[in-house]
């Protein structure tokens, strides 16, 4: 990506550099406040802003040039499919921009929308009532309004550019870095509303202090576990579920060495292998590593049976088999393990790679067992930890632990409220 940085005085210079520069439809990456060092020794350098920006997406602007055929294609048969196409979802695109429009866009939009319901109520009338009507006109027709809705589109989808005239400055370029670190656009802009709401214009002005206000906001968003230490059991029974290839094992692998080196806990591990796997060896030979115990169980009595047996141990590591959160059977053998609310600590596995939609279906499934806690994995390599706060939002569930690197033991983390936030906010690059 073309990323330019610029230092500047303020917000308002940075504004103008960055439309003269990039255009109007730029994005801000990140803004941070940086001191100067010039003066004797740098010792009077003074504190300046340094503002990322990066020019719109193209292939936002490519939208009005696909020819009318394929617009239509876009929309995925909705208008090809002859009546449904005159029905009411039509005037609403699948990913719902209209929840992100912005007061004045969704003015300029109006007429156009008006217009288009007029259309529609007409083409609908055409084809109820005149059986032969000249399919050629009625597919022209069809072209014309696929166009539109094109239009519409590429409209909602510029709005919250720096053009948006609804914020004050600071708030705005914080919305647009939120947004850039990946959280969705109606979370951003609830949260620098409500900011607005509730601070004095004078504080507003204040850029640390709007970034401070913000990031109070976010971490009160945002609920922990402070890792196996919140669990309330003396003895710490935790069970590691989710798909397949998002870290379960490794995970696994590095919160046992954790409860061993930091907390001198005795641990022993389970591998709950409903597949009839070999994944299971791979948690085996880690066990033998640290000299814990370690049993396969294939359904629960057997897992009762080895909890019990276990329980001189401080600890309890489970480890699952993944499988796709598509595979209900699997789904349904897993649930009949960990259905218990309270004796075992169920939590969820994520990898912060995946989409946001993948990790929303993943969650629902998985959420029919009880999930206490997630976990995000490979925060290494990602950069969209606005996804992060999107799930918190969605499931409003706690976060355990964090890991960012695939060496165990080290490459985990007990997840905190000012690590996330940083990461989207990258408070502490101030
Ligand atoms: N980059 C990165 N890779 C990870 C992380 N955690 C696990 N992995 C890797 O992801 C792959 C799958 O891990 P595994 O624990 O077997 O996943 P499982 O199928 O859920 O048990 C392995 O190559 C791991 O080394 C992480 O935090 N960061
Ligand atoms: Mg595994």
Same mark, same amino acid.
């Given at each position: 990506?073309?990323?330019?940085?610029?230092?500047?005085?303020?917000i308002?210079?940075?504004?103008?550099?960055i439309?003269q520069?990039?255009?109007?439809?730029?994005?801000?990456v990140?803004?941070?406040?940086?001191?100067?060092?010039?003066?004797?020794?740098?010792?009077?350098?003074?504190?300046?802003?340094?503002?990322?920006?990066?020019?719109?997406?193209?292939?936002?602007?490519? *939208?009005?040039?696909v020819?009318?055929?394929?617009?239509?294609?876009?929309?995925?048969?909705? !208008?090809?499919?002859?009546?449904?196409?005159?029905?009411?979802?039509?005037?609403?695109?699948?990913?719902?921009?209209?929840?992100?429009?912005t007061?004045?866009?969704?003015?300029?939009?109006?007429?156009?929308?008006k217009?288009?319901?007029?259309?529609?109520?007409t083409?609908?009338?055409?084809?109820?009532?005149?059986?032969?009507?000249?399919?050629?006109?009625?597919?022209?027709?069809?072209?014309?309004?696929?166009?539109?809705?094109?239009?519409?589109?590429?409209?909602?989808?510029?709005?919250?550019?720096?053009?948006?005239?609804?914020?004050?400055?600071?708030?705005?370029l914080?919305?647009?870095?939120?947004?850039?670190?990946?959280?969705?656009?109606?979370?951003?802009?609830?949260? !620098?509303?409500?900011?607005?709401?509730?601070?004095?214009?004078?504080?507003?002005?204040?850029?640390?202090?709007?970034?401070?206000?913000?990031?109070?906001?976010?971490?009160?968003?945002?609920?922990?576990?402070?890792?196996?230490?919140?669990?309330?059991?003396?003895?710490?029974? !935790?069970?590691?579920?989710?798909?397949? *290839?998002? *870290?379960?094992?490794?995970?696994?692998?590095?919160?046992?060495?954790?409860?061993?080196?930091?907390?001198?806990?005795?641990?022993?591990?389970?591998?709950?292998?409903?597949?009839?796997?070999?994944?299971?060896?791979?948690?085996?030979?880690?066990?033998k590593?640290?000299?814990?115990?370690?049993?396969?169980?294939?359904?629960?009595a057997?897992?009762?049976?080895?909890?019990?047996?276990?329980?001189d141990?401080?600890?309890?590591?489970?480890?699952?088999?993944?499988?796709?959160q598509?595979n209900?059977?699997?789904?349904?053998?897993?649930?009949?393990?960990?259905?218990?609310?309270?004796?075992?600590?169920?939590?969820?596995?994520l990898s912060?790679?995946?989409?946001?939609?993948?990790?929303?279906?993943?969650?629902?499934?998985? *959420?029919?067992?009880?999930?206490?806690?997630?976990?995000?994995?490979?925060?290494?390599?990602?950069?969209?930890?606005?996804?992060?706060?999107?799930?918190?939002?969605?499931?409003?569930?706690?976060?355990?632990?964090?890991?960012?690197?695939?060496?165990?033991p080290?490459d985990?983390?007990?997840?905190?409220?000012?690590?996330?936030?940083?990461?989207?906010?990258n408070?502490?690059?101030?």
């Open positions: 990506m073309n990323l330019k940085r610029y230092r500047v005085n303020n308002k210079e940075a504004l103008k550099e439309k520069d990039l255009g109007s439809d730029a994005m801000i990140s803004t941070r406040q940086v001191r100067e060092s010039t003066g004797a020794f740098g010792m009077f350098g003074k504190t300046m802003l340094e503002v990322t920006a990066a020019p719109a997406e193209k292939k936002k602007e490519s *939208g009005l040039s020819p009318a055929a394929k617009a239509i294609k876009a929309y995925s048969g909705t !208008v090809e499919t002859g009546e449904s196409a005159l029905s009411n979802t039509f005037l609403t695109p699948r990913n719902s921009p209209a929840l992100s429009l007061d004045e866009t969704r003015k300029l939009m109006q007429p156009i929308q217009e288009l319901q007029g259309i529609r109520l083409l609908g009338d055409l084809s109820t009532h005149s059986a032969g009507f000249d399919e050629h006109i009625m597919g022209e027709l069809k072209n014309e309004l696929g166009e539109m809705r094109q239009m519409l589109n590429i409209m909602a989808s510029r709005s919250g550019s720096l053009t948006d005239p609804d914020l004050p400055e600071n708030l705005l914080l919305y647009q870095q939120m947004k850039f670190g990946g959280l969705e656009e109606r979370f951003a802009r609830r949260l !620098v509303l409500e900011a607005e709401r509730n601070m004095s214009a004078e504080d507003a002005e204040n850029f640390p202090y709007v970034k401070i206000f913000i990031a109070r906001m976010l971490m009160k968003i945002v609920k922990i576990t402070r890792g196996l230490e919140g669990l309330k059991q003396k003895q710490r029974i !935790v069970a590691l579920l989710g798909p397949t *290839g998002v *870290g379960k094992t490794t995970t696994a692998a590095k919160i046992a060495s954790e409860q061993m080196q930091k907390y001198k806990r005795k641990v022993a591990l389970i591998s709950v292998d409903t597949n009839r796997s070999s994944a299971a060896e791979q948690l085996r030979s880690f066990a590593k640290i000299s814990a115990p370690f049993s396969i169980v294939k359904d629960k057997e897992l009762n049976r080895i909890i019990v047996s276990y329980e141990y401080d600890s309890i590591i489970i480890d699952t088999d993944g499988f796709s598509r209900d059977t699997q789904l349904y053998e897993m649930r009949e393990l960990f259905d218990e609310r309270g004796r075992i600590h169920n939590t969820l596995v912060a790679t995946s989409k946001d939609s993948d990790m929303i279906e993943v969650t629902r499934k998985f *959420g029919c067992m009880p999930l206490d806690s997630i976990i995000f994995t490979k925060l290494d390599e990602s950069a969209a930890y606005g996804s992060l706060f999107n799930h918190a939002i969605r499931f409003k569930k706690p976060l355990s632990y964090l890991t960012l690197g695939q060496e165990v080290t985990l983390e007990v997840a905190s409220r000012e690590r996330l936030v940083d990461l989207l906010l408070i502490s690059g101030t």
